[in-house]
Every structure is written in C-alpha cells, then in structure tokens.
C-alpha cells in the first residue's frame, strides 16, 4: 500500500487546468491519465484521493475518481488518453465525468457499461421562447404549477401519452422519427438534436422484456434524482454572435431547460448487459482492475447486443424528451393563450451526456473510427464539423450545461482545440461533490426550499424530503467546472442562464 | 407504362388507345410525328405516313424511325420500338412543362430554363445588362450567368414571407475575420475566399435542410395524430 505522498508521484500538473496521471499509477495501464481541475476542484479531488489512501476502498462503494480514471486507462484497446472532466466525480466503475475511446479496428478493444451509466442518454434539452422576464413573472406560479400538472415526475411515475407495446416497440427502432410521425414532435427539433435523435443500430429485440416493461409507462415522465424542467433567464451573454445564432437575443429572455434521461428501460438495458459481460470476460479473458469494469469486446455477441440495446434505451430517452417538450409547449400555449409557434418555442440543441458513439477521430496523424464512451461528458464538435447541424456550421455546437437546483446554467460551444485534446468532449454540468447519503445527513430540507423562495425562484417538488440530496452545496460549483472548460479551451463560454421556477421529482 | 406515356404526351385518344390495335397505333405514331417531333422529312414521304391504310406503312415507318436514330428494330420488337418513341416526345415536351410548373417552386430545383431564348443573342445580353445595372450587380462576360444571378437576386428580394428555418440569415451582422475556416492557409486572399466558399456551402446546406423540413412536415400532414390522456399520468413519490 502507497502512502498519499507516494501517490501524488504519479500525478504531474501540465498546465494550470490540467493534470497528468502517469503510467503505473494502477497496474496494466495502456495509456496515461488526464484531469482538468482549476484551484477549488483541484482540493476536492485531491481530498477524495488522500481519504481513499489507507482504507483500501473508496467511500460509498466506489473508488476515487483519480484512480477511476487509471483503470479506465488499463483497458484493453484504448486510445489517446482516459480524460477526466472538471465535474468528475466517482461512479459505477467509470467515474461521471470519464471519457474514453477504443480503437474500433483493434479485436481486443472493448466496450463497457459502466463507461456510458446507468442512466443511458441522459441529457439535456433547451428550448428558447420569445418571453421575457417581465412577461414571465405575473404568471410565473401559475405556469410552474402547470408543467407540473403536465409533466409528471418522480420515482414511479407515469406518462400522460398513451403508448402500448407495439408503439414502445417502434419508438425504441425509431427515437425521435416516431415522435415525428406521431406529432409530438416539430421537424426543426430533430433539427438540432445530436444524432439527430435517432441511433441506427437500434435493435428493440435486444432489450429485454423486463427494460421494456419498465418504460412503457414512464414516457414524458422526468424521473427523480437530479433530473428537472427549469424554467431560465438568459443572465449573461459571452459571445454574442452564437447566442444570435441560437434564437438568444438578449438578457432576461426565456427558455426551459429539461433534464431527463431513459427511466428505467435504460437501467435495465445496463444491469442485463452487466451480467451477460460478466461471462463474456471470463470467455474471453479479459483481465481489468476493478471488477465494476465489466466490458466485452466490441465484435462479440454480449458486446453487440449492449450497443444495439444501449441505442434504443439512446432512442427512448429522445422520445421521452420529446415528448415532454410537447407537454411544456402546451403548458406554456395554456399559460399565455397562445400557440408554441406564436412563442417560438424551438429546440436550440439537445445532447447527450451518457453514451457510446462510434465516431471518426483523427489519431496519431491518422482518421480512425473510435467508440467514444462519453459518461457525465458532452460531446462538443467543433465548428464546420459534418455530423453538427447546418446552424451551428459557423459557431461550432452548442453544448448544455445544466447546473443543480437553484443554481444557473450554461451553453458553451465546441472548439477544435476539444476535437484534438478530448475527442470532442466536454464537461456536463456541476458533478456531485457530497455522496447523498451525507447530503442528507447535513442538510435539512427546510433551508434549501427556504434558500429558494429568497432567490425568487417557485419550486413544485413530488418528494419535498429528498430535496436536499440535490442542493446546490452537494455538487461542485457549476461556474468552476465550466471556467475549466473554457480556460483549457476544450470548450468555450456562450451564455449563462439563470433559474426562475423548477420542477422536479 | 407505355399506357401512362400516352397520357402524359398528351394524346387526346388516349384513353381508346391499345396497343394491339395496329390502326390505332399507326394514328400514334402520326399525332406524335405531327404535334412532337415535326421531323423535316420530305413532304411525300410524311404524307404517305399518314395515310395509316397505305399497303407499305410497316416499311415507311422502318425508314422514319431510321431517320429519327430509333436503336430499336420496330420489326422485331414493335412495343419497345413505340415505347423509344414516347420516350423521345416525353424528353422533348418535359423542359416546357417544368416551365410550365412554375407554381411548385418549394419542391423545384429551378432548372426549368425557357428553351425559345438565346442567351447568346444581343438583346438578351443588353436586357440582362441592364436588369444587372438597375438592381447595382457586377456583370459577367457570359450573359446566362449575370442572367442567374439576377434570377436568384430577385428570388431572395421577392421572398419575403418564404420560410427561412429557425434562424434567419439575413439577420447576421459578423466580418469574415470573426469566422473560424478551420484549417490554415498562409495567404489572407485564399483564406477569405475558403471562408465565403464554406459560408456557400452552408446557404445551400440551409436550403436542403428547409426543403427536408418541408417533406417532414407534409408527412407530418398524414399520420400526426398526437394524443394525451391525463387520467394516465400519476406522480411519483
């Protein structure tokens, strides 16, 4: 066992927002490790280390981050580096915040489940408005109790668009084409989503009947945890021209932002996928650091069947965003007696921050296909990159940020300097820093709604009780994890938006 | 097929046309010879083709389909030989139709030119010329590209209330300095000109994009039906 001091050997700052995890850190590792921190995240995550040291484990199950990064590293068939992200925090095997790519043309490359999360496609969506603040504050209680009555949240909940088996099954096959056809949909949405809300290698009958089971009723649900629908104010505009370029004209103007991923098709997808890789690493020998990393390589039966269910648990969780940004359309249309299109409720952009993607990169000098496990990461290509919407060609692609209840929000753009050092990824919003369970033994509930009502922002919650899992002082300051970004230029500041109502579960 | 031919010629007896009618087909091949293609074959020779009982027609109209290049032998596959000729009369007929068709802008690529011009003449230079001098654009030596231009000048002028997408380029204000090109050049020159080539590219891209819009949209026409039942919806815990 190494001392603390003994550990930080391993670990080298490069630049004032980077660090570099050297080789034998944790045995095996095929590449070295990167991290992005600034000052404050810097102490938070060295802390995590130092109280790791000597307790054999982690602290919840988990291990640190830094050394979730190191064994991610050790996998079998990675490329460039395995990069850590400003909001990193420790998570199931992958820590949240972990990006990684696998040579596709390498047979011992794998993919794995823990590099996308349970949650897969969580993501977040932002839909602008013509509003105003001044418009919005007369009926700010009444329009946040009505998305509430529209969009039904929390653990269990139920959707309010009828669906049967046959419809999930073309939903699953289709994404966001099926909300299209059905008409919950406008064809600029898909527009300006990533993937243009359709993965192609969906396969509905690799998800199980169970998965399937569990999200038939979930459809436009939000779910709980740290998913909401936020009504925002643009607070601060830092590049002017891509802001126009997005529909944001100025300070004070409306948008909602919903944050929402699979339910629980997608949690199943992942634990079913889990056990068949466990055999499937036995098979095949595949030797990897922690046992949380079960993986298997991309070519074989267990390591298709996850990607083709993983897609359509992608394509769920399109649909289901969808689906909610047509009940928020009718709540505002409701609200202001009017039409969404008379608001112009258009989707600006929607990303994914859980997901594997098989994307062309350019390693070493040389264009390779690479499966990028993006986990607590966004994707942000760069401007005039082929697979960015044809608005965005000039600005590069809006990435979303979303913060922590009652705390703001942002939209960066890519840069190609993110396309060189990062595969095209960046940071996805503020990462927990307190586990939940001490969250909740720290805070009481009370305060943080009280701490909400001074700012003047309405809240409609389904569990009052589990609000403090999600405060703001349980997550890592959303403002540094961006500057990060920005500072290491593999993104870059856009706007800032500022909640005024919440809903969550 | 050949029966839809028929009908987009135009040929009034269409709908009593059949093919194993030898009559009626030699009519075809006259109405299409007198209406279409109005060969410049000695007039004898033409008259003795419309006489559909003249005893020699299957050899006269060898010869005719010889003079109009026909690759088909009308002996020994008579259908296909007719079914060339349609084919033929569609071809020529088509570029005045698209004229015609003007209305369907939305969905045309603009293509269909007005055949009777002659852009090489000097009143239609002249005319251009000053079309170009009135509207304050740059002349090109060839008229049909100043002609183009113009078209498309008074496209976007005339196209105020046509839909522009989510975001209205017009609405930009940026210098090209401002605009990454996303590779290097070492010369300014050849890097503005990247840049308006890419911001081209992107215009056509935005075009393509709205005209797909559209087709989703007039689907949309067909089968949206989106429904909600609130009796569903139950909040969690």
């Known amino acids: 066992m190494r001392s603390y001091e003994e550990e930080l050997q391993y670990l080298e700052k490069i630049s004032p927002v980077c660090w570099r995890i050297k080789k034998g850190f944790v045995p095996n590792m095929n590449v070295e490790g990167i991290f992005y921190v600034n000052e404050p995240l810097e102490e938070l995550m060295f802390e995590e280390l130092k109280h790791s040291v000597g307790q054999g484990g982690g602290i919840g199950g988990f291990l640190p981050g830094v050394r979730q990064i190191a064994n991610v590293a050790a996998l079998p068939g990675i490329v460039g580096r395995s990069i850590g992200l400003p909001d990193i925090h420790s998570g199931y095997g992958f820590a949240i ?34 509003l105003f603040e001044k418009d919005l504050q007369p009926v700010k209680e009444q329009l946040c109790q009505t998305l509430f009555d529209h969009i039904p949240v929390g653990v269990g909940s139920k959707g309010v668009i009828p669906m049967n088996a046959k419809d999930l099954e073309e939903a699953l096959e289709m994404g966001m084409d099926w909300s299209l056809r059905e008409g919950y949909a406008w064809a600029e949405d898909k527009e300006h989503c990533e993937e243009y809300g359709r993965m192609l290698n969906a396969d509905p009958s690799k998800v199980s009947l169970r998965a399937k089971k569990r999200g038939l009723p979930q459809l436009g649900t939000l779910g709980a945890g740290n998913h909401y629908a936020e009504i925002q104010v643009v607070d601060e505009i830092y590049d002017k021209f891509a802001a126009k370029v997005m529909g944001l004209e100025e300070v004070g103007q409306v948008v909602v932002m919903i944050h929402s991923g699979s339910r629980g098709l997608g949690h199943q997808v992942a634990t079913d996928a889990l056990v068949q890789m466990e055999k499937a690493m036995k098979r095949d020998k ?55 299109d008379d608001l112009d409720m258009q989707v600006i952009y929607d990303v994914s921050h859980n997901i594997a993607k098989f994307e062309e990169h350019i390693v070493c000098g040389q264009q390779k296909t690479l499966l990028v496990h993006r986990k607590g990461s966004t994707r942000a290509f760069p401007p005039h990159h082929p697979l960015i919407p044809v608005d965005y060609q000039i600005t590069g692609q809006p990435v979303l940020i979303g913060g922590t209840m009652g705390t703001c929000s942002y939209v960066l753009t890519g840069t190609e300097q993110g396309m060189l050092e990062t595969y095209g990824s960046t940071c996805h919003g503020a990462g927990r820093a307190l586990s939940r369970a001490k969250s909740r033994r720290n805070l009481d509930y009370t305060d943080v709604l009280n701490q909400l009502e001074k700012q003047g922002i309405s809240i409609r919650v389904a569990s009052p009780k589990l609000v403090m899992e999600e405060a703001p002082d349980s997550y890592k300051n959303v403002t540094d994890v961006v500057e990060t970004c920005h500072a290491a230029g593999i993104s870059k500041k856009c706007v800032k938006l500022r909640p005024v109502a919440v809903i969550k579960g | 097929m050949t029966t839809r031919k028929i009908l987009a010629v135009g040929y009034p007896e269409a709908k009593h046309f059949a093919l194993n009618d030898e009559t009626k087909v030699r009519r075809l091949v006259v109405w299409l010879e007198d209406n279409i293609f109005n060969t410049e074959l000695p007039q004898d020779f033409l008259d003795n083709l419309r006489n559909v009982s003249h005893p020699q027609w299957t050899q006269l109209f060898q010869e005719y389909l010889i003079t109009c290049q026909c690759p088909v032998d009308p002996v020994a596959e008579r259908t296909a030989a007719i079914d060339w000729l349609l084919r033929e009369a569609l071809r020529l007929i088509a570029p005045l139709q698209n004229g015609n ?29 000053k079309l170009a001098a009135m509207l304050k654009m740059p002349t090109h030596p060839d008229a049909s590209v100043t002609f183009k231009a113009v078209a498309n000048l008074m496209e976007r002028l005339a196209g105020g209330n046509e839909y522009h997408g989510s975001n209205d380029p017009s609405a930009f204000q940026v210098t090209l300095n401002e605009i990454a090109l996303g590779f290097e050049t070492a010369d300014k020159g050849l890097t503005d000109a990247c840049k308006i080539l890419r911001l081209l590219h992107i215009d056509q891209m935005r075009k393509l994009q709205t005209q797909m819009d559209h087709a989703l949209v007039a689907v949309q026409s ?16």
């Not at chain 1, 915040?97 to 993501?123: E, H, L, Q, R, T």
């Not at chain 1, 298997?296 to 969780?317: H, P, T, W």
């Not at chain 2, 067909?222 to 815990?237: E, H, M, R, V, W």
């Open chain 2, 101 to 129: 068709a003007a209305g369907d802008q939305a969905m045309s690529n603009g293509d269909g030119q007005a055949t009777t011009i002659d852009p090489t003449s000097p009143e239609f230079q002249q005319g251009v010329n």
């Open chain 1, 286 to 340: 595949i030797e990897v650091n922690d046992r949380q990393l079960a993986c298997a390589r991309i070519n074989s039966v267990e390591g298709q069947d996850y990607l083709k269910g993983m897609a359509c648990a992608a394509n769920f969780a399109w649909v289901n965003r969808s689906s909610m940004t047509f009940l928020a359309r009718q709540a505002f249309a409701k609200v202001f007696e009017s039409t969404p």
């Open chain 1, 97 to 130: 915040g972990n990006m990684a790519a696998f040579d596709v043309s390498d047979p011992k490359a794998v993919v794995s489940p823990g590099g996308v999360g349970f949650d897969i496609n969580c993501g977040v969506r932002l839909v602008r408005t013509n």
């Open chain 2, 222 to 237: 067909i089968t949206a039906d989106p429904k909600t039942n609130s009796d569903l919806g139950k909040i969690g815990f």
